[in-house]
């Protein structure tokens, strides 16, 4: 399996996840975030079939997003002398696997690629959490790997749990 970033593949590869936001990020929308400087996609391929593919972007954690109780307990292992308003995050904007190559543990493994590219690089870019906005039917996924919810509560109406991994636990 290679390990490319989304520059390294062309109309030729073929992707599907079984989730049509997700397949087409990839084949419409993941080339533009580039470009644009918003977000990286990176692809795992086998021949001509994307096995699976991440984005990544910058992101943070606020205490004007959180309740206080999950604030102050986000913030109890930070020193004190370091309590900010916002900590610096990286996003996963999207993790998808191909049906062909799910329940392989192939999205666990990429979460902890993840986590380990981010801490062995700490010195050129701080980012102290990892955060997802998972959907709901990834929310036992993200929690197995590590993620606690960013919220007490998500509305019914949201499709998404906003979520996050302390790398200092690492």
Known sequence: ??????????????????????????LEDARLYGEQMLAHTFV????????????VLNDKI???????SL??????????????DSYPAVKI?????????????IGSQILQFIKGKLFANIEYSA????TVDAYR?????????GFLPLLKEVSE????????FDLMSL
Request: hydrophobic share 30%; aromatic share 12%; charged share 30%.
């Open 137 to 145: 039917e990834a929310e036992h996924f993200y929690t197995k790997n």
């Open 1 to 26: 399996m290679q390990h490319l970033q989304l520059s390294g593949i062309d109309a030729s590869f073929t992707f599907d996840c079984g989730d049509e936001d997700l397949n087409e990020f990839l």
């Open 127 to 130: 980012c102290r959490f990892l």
């Open 44 to 55: 795992l391929t086998e021949g001509k079939e994307v096995v699976a593919y991440y984005c």
């Open 71 to 84: 604030w102050r307990k986000l913030r109890k292992n930070i020193p004190h002398e370091k309590h900010y």
């Open 93 to 105: 904007g999207r993790l998808a696997v191909a049906k062909k190559f799910s329940g392989q543990n």
């Open 62 to 68: 606020s205490q004007t997003d959180l309740d206080k």
């Open 157 to 164: 109406d949201q499709p998404t749990t906003p979520m996050y």
